[in-house]
C-alpha cells in the first residue's frame, strides 16, 4: 500500500485519489479552498445549480472517459447553443449558417462559402503574423470584426496584433444550419450539479479531506509524511517562482438574482463590443431547462492577474512556455512529487481531458507497482 497526498480536490485530484483509493492506497486530500471541486464546483442557490467558476459543459468523444464519468451522475440531454450580441445584433454561435444568414442575408451554403473565400483570399498567401492576420486568414474580414476582435481583446487584454496566431489554430466554421457548439459524441450537464460527482469520488474509506489547508505553508513537513504527492496546484508557485512567474489570465464573476424566471433565454450569451466590460452572461437554469420561478445570472469579466488571485488560464506564449518548461525538467528530477491538471501543466484542459489524464496517471502508477 503505498501513501499519496493529493494537493486540490479539483476534477484531476479526485479522479486520481477514487482510482488509487480503490486501487487499496490510502490517499489524502488537501484542500485550500473551503470546499471541494475545483473550478467545477456548483453550488445549489434558490433551487438553481449555479456554476460558480463559470459555465461548464461536459463533452467528449471519448467512450472510456464518458463512461467513468456517468457513474458519478446522470447527464441530461444540454446541447451547447451559445449567442453572441454584437453592435445590436444576435449572432448564432459557432460560425455557421444561422450567423451567416444574420451577417449577409445568404441561405444557401455555397453562397457563404463564397464570402468567405472571397474576404479571406488576400491574409492567406502569407504564414499569419499575430492572431489577426490568422482570423482573417481564417473567416475573413466580416467575421473577425463583428464577432472576433472585440470580444478576443477583452478576453486577452490585449490588441488582436499583438496576440500569438496559435490562440486560434483553428476556428469551426459549418455550411449548415447547426448551432451545436461541440463536434462531439457525447454532452450534457450533470443532473443535480458538479459538486456531487467529486463527492462521490471521494467519498471513500481510504481517502481523507482536509479543507482549508494550504500546502505550502507546511511543505517540507507534508512532503516528509506521504511516499508520493501529486501536486494540481501552480508549477511555478511550488517551486517558489525559481526560474521567474509564469503569466495567467483571470476572470470576476458577479451573481444576480431576479424574481422572475427568464432573463436571457439561453445559457450563454456572449458580448462581443468592448464598451461592455464583461465577456459572457451565463443564466444557470437553463443548464438544466430549470422551470423555477425565480432564475440567476452570472457576468464574467476577465481581468488582469495579480499573484494571490484566481489564475483561470494560462497565457501559453513562447516566454511563458520557456519559463514552464524549466519547471517540467526540474520536476522530472524528483519522482517523489508528480505534477497534473491545469495549473500543475500550465496547460487548458478541458474536463474531459483532466480526467483521461488522470486515469492515464492512475493507471501507470497501478501497474508500476504490479511490475
Ligand atoms: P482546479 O483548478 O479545478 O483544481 C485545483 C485545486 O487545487 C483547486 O481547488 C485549488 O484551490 C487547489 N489548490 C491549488 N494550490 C493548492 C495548494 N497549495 N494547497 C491546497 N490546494 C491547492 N471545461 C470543459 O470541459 N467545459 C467547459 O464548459 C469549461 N468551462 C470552463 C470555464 C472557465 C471559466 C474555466 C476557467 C475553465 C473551464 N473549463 C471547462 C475547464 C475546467 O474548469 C478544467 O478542465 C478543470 O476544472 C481542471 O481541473 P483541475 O483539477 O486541473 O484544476
Excluded at 119 to 131: C, D, T, V
Excluded at 176 to 195: A, E, K, M, W
Excluded at 246 to 260: C, G, Q, V
Excluded at 329 to 358: C, P, T, W
Amino acid at each position: 500500500m503505498t501513501s499519496y497526498l493529493v494537493v486540490g480536490s479539483g476534477l484531476f485530484g479526485s479522479v486520481f485519489a477514487e482510482q488509487m483509493a480503490n486501487n487499496g492506497d490510502k490517499v489524502t486530500v488537501l484542500e485550500k479552498r473551503d470546499h471541494i471541486a475545483g473550478n467545477i464546483y456548483t453550488k445549489e442557490v434558490s433551487n438553481i445549480q449555479v456554476h460558480k467558476y463559470g459555465a461548464h459543459i461536459f463533452h467528449t468523444s471519448n467512450k472510456k472517459v464518458w463512461d467513468y464519468i456517468n457513474q458519478f451522475a446522470d447527464f441530461n440531454r444540454f446541447t451547447n447553443t451559445p449567442m453572441a450580441f454584437s453592435k445590436s445584433e444576435l449572432y448564432n454561435l459557432p460560425f455557421n449558417m444561422n450567423t451567416f444568414y444574420t451577417l449577409w442575408g445568404v441561405k444557401d451554403p455555397w453562397k457563404a462559402k463564397e464570402k468567405i473565400a472571397e474576404q479571406s483570399k488576400r491574409y492567406r498567401s502569407r504564414e499569419p503574423r499575430n492572431l489577426e492576420e490568422q482570423a482573417l486568414s481564417l473567416v475573413g474580414r466580416d467575421i473577425y470584426e463583428i464577432l472576433i476582435k472585440e470580444y478576443t481583446e477583452k478576453q486577452w487584454g490585449r490588441p488582436c496584433e499583438k496576440l500569438p496566431a496559435f490562440i486560434i489554430r483553428r476556428l469551426p466554421v459549418r455550411f449548415t444550419f447547426d448551432n451545436n457548439y461541440f463536434d462531439d459524441l457525447y454532452q450534457g450537464i450533470p443532473v443535480g450539479g458538479y459538486t456531487q460527482i467529486i463527492e462521490r469520488m471521494l467519498d471513500h474509506p481510504n481517502i481523507e479531506i482536509k479543507l482549508m489547508t494550504d500546502f505550502l505553508a507546511n511543505k517540507a513537513e507534508w512532503l516528509s509524511k506521504y511516499e508520493k504527492v501529486i501536486y494540481t496546484g501552480m508549477i511555478d508557485e511550488f517551486y517558489d517562482y525559481c526560474f521567474g512567474e509564469l503569466e495567467y489570465r483571470s476572470l470576476a464573476f458577479e451573481h444576480e438574482h431576479f424574481a422572475h424566471s427568464n432573463y436571457q433565454g439561453n445559457a450563454v450569451i456572449n458580448y462581443i463590443d468592448k464598451t461592455i466590460p464583461y465577456t459572457r452572461i451565463i443564466e444557470h437554469k437553463h443548464f438544466e431547462f430549470g422551470d423555477q420561478k425565480n432564475t440567476i445570472i452570472t457576468k464574467e469579466y476577465p481581468q488582469k492577474w495579480y499573484k494571490g488571485e484566481e489564475p483561470f488560464y494560462p497565457i501559453n506564449n513562447e516566454e511563458n512556455q520557456h519559463i514552464y518548461h524549466k519547471y517540467e525538467k526540474l520536476s522530472q528530477e524528483n519522482s517523489q512529487v508528480l505534477f497534473g491538471g491545469r495549473l500543475g501543466r500550465y496547460r487548458y484542459y478541458d474536463m474531459h481531458q483532466v480526467i483521461d489524464e488522470a486515469l492515464n496517471l492512475a493507471d501507470k502508477l497501478i501497474v508500476h507497482k504490479v511490475k
